[in-house]
């Protein structure tokens, strides 16, 4: 059966049907409908004015990826310019390749690009001494709890050093479904409470930030990746099989084939929950060592770095948790839940 | 938490290992006397006395602590014939027989739904269930109703039974009973101790005698034209989780009718803790996030006049069928829609799938997802006044042009997955673009009965709706109702500019 035609500019032959609505579109006229979507996102936030400085965090990934280049086409029209930073969390065998990309990308793309280093950053501690460090104590080592805090404390960094004044990151509308159902899951009524908008318009300091492919799907960014030919690196972390998130990744995926726009509903539901007061974090301070955004004296990358300087790793996690014991296990009080500051990001 | 490897779990702990089961000299952990008999949570075991005591304990502090329930109440137990209503219902006949001090106080009536015609049940698999049913109510001594959710009863006063001959009355929230303040309460409950005091023994006596037979009960099964346009109905929609959705809808709307018909201001249902962490996930996946208050709290307070309570909902599964077993509590097995279905089928069976997969692994995860929503608060959206109501779910609509990201998201996925002729996606996609682009919506409004419907439709209705090709398959009632909002929005647009205030309060109040 030849393919139909394409349903926007009626010449060309279609390449795809669109995940969401089915509409047949030829690969150009899908890649400008995409475009011009995030254009709309971004304009009807309002979240990246002309003249604004913009770090991409550029993880060599497909998202972030696609983010880039979409912003590099949308660039002239937002008023914009875009420094990609990178963050080199020191995991061997992978960061690397991906790196690898990422400079390739810079230097086709001819952006500026920053590569900030944990082992720079937070005193020589690399993931995979992090990772070292929390193993063996008979529980999940947590690595990407670590790995969270301390890559979006990196990427706010290298913003500063670029002096960017927005800061953008490359999460999808699967990244977002997949937080809610996690943040159920797991009791997470802070972060509940906090997530859900298209951004953080950057209080007490901290960057503006905001995620322009929020309203795409998943399969949308890697068509569009494949459509515009881009090169990126797509193999997983070594140390994702042990993320909680893969159960809720699992779900969505099954949740998608029951029903297409589960997505869309999951990210519905999320702006909507209403959540009690109390369960709302505490309006946000400044860290007492380090002055950036803190809800508690201490803020999370500095409290867990403090752990593992002391040699006790999860002496951050699960502290100031508002939740229940949640670990099956009964041999140790301490539940691990991480405390509520940043959520888990997802390049 | 983090934690998906089998092997990290299996690590010597450092501390004194828990005490190990099976072994002759471990006592009930509460008692410190009797022998276990269940292991509730691991580590926990219960003499048989014990956990009886606990069970009971449960449900008497989830009634006391919310004090809703005013004593001399009606309340109808609505009830499936599954474990967890027929928990409960026995929960409240044991709570009623109580000596008077510790007695519960309202006065109850139990209803089963026969929902055999949705999933295609024969007439007499049907009525050899009814048989099982009338005898296990019979024992209860409540006052008993059996609707079908097809049938048309005799014409009574009652207006029959049945979703077929429902009144779009149904669908209308009935003013509020003002919530009664703590005062209120034990002003109630003490006049209530007098009066039975003043009534003596004959008094307490003539309460207590409840006919044992429904005084309204139709004269026979449902009629065959009623049975085939509900089997029609269902076998339209296209997938498990929109049928599924659609007879919680209808069946909810056909207790409320027969609540309200006999005076019944609450409903108690027997939804499990379990059974509610798996419908808030289910929820979230529908897109009901702004209900998830009322879904799963403990008071549904949606429909006015009739308060939907949930009383078992610090149960956990585990806990119901333990006391089922140990304490032979009558309950009747049905096939349901879902039975007998494949793990992906609909959303409600994977996400039951997933959580109880998740529990075995993380034995917290259904008291985390339970704890979790009781932090949920009955709130509108911060500045949003109380707008118009959704047709079949009665919660405030959640669609709105503020929203930016999902309206815009259904701007994009609103041309329709099916291969309808071109002039039926513009139209169906009507209802959405002047949702988003805050056109006023009466431009499609008497056109398309399907556009009409479908925007008075919260978004989990929708969406759900999208699944049901056909509207004109709905009960009747649901399509007058819709027609009655439209006219009347139709009407106040038209002289919008003439109104001062708020007219939404007298409208409703003039009809209330």
Redesign the interface.
Known sequence: MPAPQCASCHTARAALRRP????ALCGTCFCAAFEA?VL??VV??RLLPPGAVVAVGASGGKDSTVLAHVLRELAPRLGISLHLVAVDEGIGGYRDAALAAVRRQAVRWDLPLTVVAYADLFGGWTMDAVARSTA?S?????C??FCGVLRRRALEEGARLVGATHVVTGHN?DDMAET??MN??????GR?ARGGG?GSPGEGGALPRCRPL??ASQKEVVLYAHFRRLDYFSEECVYA????R??ARD?LK??E??????V?????????????P??RPPPPGACSRCGALASRALCQACALLDGLNRGRPRLAIGKGRR??????????PQ???PPTSEPVPDF | ?????EE??E?????S??PRLGTRDQKCVKCKEGLPVVVIR??DAFCRDCFKALYVHKFRAMLGKNRLIFPGEKVLLAWSGGPSSSSMVWQVLEGLSRDSAKRLRFVPGVIYVDEGATCGQSSEDRAKTLAEVKLVLQTTGFPWHIVALEEVGRPSLFEGLGVFSLPPSVLRCFAQEPVGTESAYKAAVDSFLQQQHALGADGVERQSQHCAQDPHSPAGPPTTAQTQALSRLFDSVK?L?AKEELLQTLRTHLILHVARNHGYSKVMTGDSCTRLAIK??T????????F??WDTGFSDERHGDVVVVRPMREHTLKEVAFYNRLFAVPSVCTPALDTKAPE????HR??EA?ILR?QA?????V???Y??SE???????DGCVAGPRCLLCMCTL?VDTA????A???Q??????MQPPVTQAGVAAGPCCCAGMGGGPSCYRGEDPRAQVMEQLC??CR?NMKDLPSLELLPPYILSEAQIRSQRATAEQEVQEYLLGDSEDEARTGES
């Open positions: 969401r609505s089915g509409q979507e709309h996102t009807a936030g063996g008979g529980r999940s080592r947590a990407c709890t509308a809610v159902l159920f899951l797991r009791g997470d009524a509940l298209l929020q309203l099989p042990e993320a909680f893969g159960h779900l099954m949740l084939a029951a029903r297409p726009s589960a869309l509903d999951l990210v519905h539901s999320a702006e909507r929950l209403a959540l009690a109390a369960a939740g229940l014991d949640e670990e099956g296990p009964r041999r140790e539940p691990s839940l | 938490m983090c934690e998906m490897s990290y779990r690590s010597a702990p450092k501390g290992p828990p691991a580590g997938t989780t808030l996930m929820s979230l996946a529908l897109g009901r996030g702004a998830l208050a992906k089928a609909s959303i994977l996400m997933f998740l692994q993380f034995p917290s995860t008291s985390t997802v704890r979790t932090k949920l608060v009955k709130a509108p959206r959640d929203d930016s990201a999902t815009f998201g259904a994009t996925s609103h041309l329709p997955q978004y989990g969406v």
